[in-house]
Structure formats: structure tokens, C-alpha cells
């Protein structure tokens, strides 16, 4: 009788003991978690900044095979909406009558040839460079390309190169908007 009470003591004092520590290693727990992750000036744009982190890095890392995807994707999408045009809304307009025809394919064309054009533009129209030479005007040097920039100029990181009045770079068309950008 007498050993099943110290051995009921010892079970509770070891429960005890155990519970002791497995609180204090909680609460240690919860400070290293609070230490490391806990600030008061997070709001809700820092915690979407922090969630979207990994998409940044890959966007950033892979954005030189991102750019061809791009201008891959915009070739099929427009291909694929000519083919619904010849395949689908002609035949359509044919039955209703050959003024509504004849409406459709100008007006279907005319929208496709303006879309192309202007999608090949922003893509092979230069972005403009600074001149080489003696500049009228040197607000500082490109740390990147060693070399003066003129007012309003900035070094973009994709093309690695001084632009002239950049704005930013669009990796859908592989290109900068910037001084001689068509929009």
C-alpha cells in the first residue's frame, strides 16, 4: 500500500516536473517566435509583400525567358482569335447577309492589322540610350555602366543599360517604355 503511494507521488511529481518544463519550453518557444516574427509596425501590405516574396524572386530571376513566353503567348492568343473569327463569326455573318459580311471582315481586319503593328512597334522600337560623347547636361554617373547620365535617365537591370526617360520594363513585350516608346 505504502509503495503504491510513493510510487503515485513519483508518477505525479514527475508529471509535474514534465509539465514545468514543457511550459517553459513552450513559453521559450513563443519568445523566439515573437522575437523573430513580431512587429509592430506590420500592417496588411507588409504581410502580402512577405506572402508574395517567393513570386518576386522568381519573376526577377526568370524574367529573361519570361519575356519570349510573353510574346509566344500573345502570337497564339492572336492566332487562335483569327481562327475563331474565319471559323465561327464568318460563316455566322454569311446566313444574316453580305453587308454584314462584308462589315465584319473590313472591320475584323482593319482591327487585326492595327493590334499587330502596334504590338510589333513597342517591341522593335528602340527605347533610346543616352548620346555618347560630350552631354549638354550631367546630373551623375551610372554605377552599373560607368558612364554620365543625363537628367532623367536611369540604368535598367533586364537589358542592363542606360535609358533615357525610363519608365518601367514591360516583360510582355521584352521592351522599356520610355523616350521613344510609342504609347
Known amino acids: 500500500m505504502m509503495q503504491r503511494f510513493f ?16 511550459k517553459s519550453k513552450w513559453e521559450l518557444a513563443r519568445l523566439e517566435f515573437y522575437s523573430l516574427f513580431y512587429n ?29 513566353a510573353m510574346v509566344a503567348l500573345v502570337i497564339v492568343l492572336t492566332l487562335s482569335v483569327v481562327v475563331i473569327f474565319y471559323i465561327f463569326i464568318i460563316p455566322f455573318t454569311l446566313l444574316q447577309g453580305f453587308y454584314l459580311t462584308l462589315f465584319h471582315l473590313l472591320f475584323g481586319h482593319w482591327l487585326l492589322i492595327m493590334i499587330v503593328f502596334n504590338y510589333f512597334m513597342g517591341v522593335f ?10 552631354l549638354p547636361e550631367v546630373v551623375s554617373m551610372c554605377k552599373k555602366c560607368i ?8 540604368h535598367c537591370s533586364v537589358c542592363n543599360m542606360c535609358v533615357l526617360k525610363m519608365d518601367h520594363h514591360c516583360r510582355i513585350i521584352l521592351q522599356m517604355f520610355s523616350l521613344f516608346s510609342p504609347y
Not at 7 to 22: D, K, P, Q, T, W
Not at 148 to 153: G, N
Open 147 to 154: 558612364a554620365p547620365k543625363p537628367p532623367r535617365t536611369h
Open 125 to 134: 522600337t528602340h527605347p533610346g540610350r543616352p548620346p555618347q560623347g560630350m
Open 7 to 22: 510510487c503515485r507521488c513519483r508518477y505525479l511529481c514527475e508529471c509535474v516536473r514534465l509539465r514545468a518544463r514543457l
Open 40 to 68: 509592430v509596425f506590420i500592417d496588411k501590405s507588409t504581410i502580402i509583400d512577405a506572402a508574395l516574396e517567393p513570386i518576386y524572386w522568381f519573376v526577377d530571376t526568370f524574367a529573361k525567358y519570361l519575356g519570349p
